[in-house]
């Protein structure tokens, strides 16, 4: 069906043309002899109108994928029993180097249990401390000073006794850190120290309050039955 009013041409099926969308029906019933038909008050008249679009097709799904065949595994060779393998030389494994072992001679038994219980006990060892050479006390920046004293390889509490005995001379309030190494020519000189060493810090912080703090280590403070003593006591 064409358009009487601007010629587009139409499916017979439509009551309105697609372009200008004018009542086709008004002209066709023109041409019949009828009586144009005319749109009542709740019959809406559409403007534009989109002519019928073709259908659209979905596309096929596509093959499943094929499966490649699984590997087949190759067997083992089977192994000669009678050949013995023998390390080569390039293939032996290198000797660990450990540091030489520090060996402490028997000593006498101490005067209280050890390790001491309370700060009074370890104190009182002072009094047993043995006598001692000064290595070197030049040591330290700021208000921290380290000492270094050689005495005879000792027992463990010969050792803190006479790390107590030699921080007795050295505890000033001009160093808030003391730390008194303990070494002896009978011993390598491959540690930091050899017969204990002991760090006293004055007026440390702990939580609230202000403490004096004793930390001291026997031998190397690396063996297995080396001793690690701290105590604490208000400042």
């Known amino acids: ?3 009487p009013y601007c010629g587009e041409r139409n499916p017979d099926t439509m009551h309105y043309c ?3 969308g004018r009542d086709l029906r008004i002209g066709t019933q023109a041409r019949q002899g009828q009586r ?3 749109p009542t008050q709740g019959t809406p008249v559409p403007t534009n109108m989109r002519p019928p679009q073709p259908p659209r097709y979905v596309n096929a799904p596509p093959p499943p994928p094929q499966q490649r065949p699984a590997p087949q595994k190759q067997p083992a060779p089977a192994r000669n029993s009678s050949r013995r393998r023998v390390p080569s ?3 032996a494994m290198p000797e660990a180097i450990l540091p030489p072992a520090v060996a ?3 000593g006498p038994e101490p005067p209280i249990p050890f390790p001491p219980q309370t700060l009074v006990e370890m104190k009182s060892l002072e009094k047993e401390g043995l006598d001692y050479t000064v290595v070197h006390d030049d040591l330290g920046y700021g208000r921290k000073k380290v000492v270094k004293i050689s005495f005879t390889l000792s027992v463990p509490w010969l050792q803190v006794a006479t790390l107590l005995k030699a921080l ?3 505890r000033s309030p001009e160093f808030d850190t003391i730390v008194i190494q303990g070494t002896s020519s ?3 000189d491959v540690y930091d120290f050899t017969n204990g060493q002991l760090q006293y810090d004055h007026h440390t912080r702990l939580g609230s309050q202000l403490v ?3 930390l001291i280590d026997s031998g190397t403070g690396l063996e297995s039955d080396a001793v690690r003593i701290v105590f604490t006591e208000r400042s």
Request: charged share 25%; proline share 8%.
């Open 1 to 3: 069906m064409r358009c």
């Open 18 to 20: 697609v372009r200008c």
């Open 36 to 38: 144009p038909f005319q």
């Open 89 to 91: 030389a390039n293939n």
């Open 104 to 106: 402490v001679r028997e």
């Open 168 to 170: 007795s001379a050295y």
């Open 186 to 188: 009978q011993a390598p």
């Open 212 to 214: 004096d703090r004793y």
